[in-house]
């Protein structure tokens, strides 16, 4: 997974993307599964290095690092990864 290099609001991340998240031990880069508006929050699903799952909920406007290349590398890129 690539590292986390820029700050974005949650509003503005896309499933495939991989934003540092820190559940105890320090930021570890995570993979949007899937997210979604509710409530006047946002429910994200991540999927972390080791496979897991799990659901953190954003308030709208929450900054994030994000990593601006895992769209490319991702297996829905249009380009042949390499």
């Known amino acids: 997974m ?3 290099s ?6 503005d991340v896309s499933p ?9 031990a320090g930021e570890q880069p995570c993979r949007v599964v899937f997210k979604d ?10 999927e972390a290095g080791n496979g897991e799952t799990f659901e953190v909920e954003l308030p709208p406007g929450a900054t994030v690092k ?17």
């Open 16 to 24: 495939g993307d991989s934003i540092a998240i820190d559940r105890g």
């Open 2 to 4: 690539s590292e986390v």
């Open 37 to 46: 508006f509710t409530d006047a929050r946002y429910l994200v699903t991540l």
């Open 6 to 11: 820029g700050n974005d609001r949650i509003d």
């Open 66 to 82: 994000r990593s601006l290349g895992s769209k490319w590398e991702s297996v829905q890129s249009p380009t042949p990864e390499s």
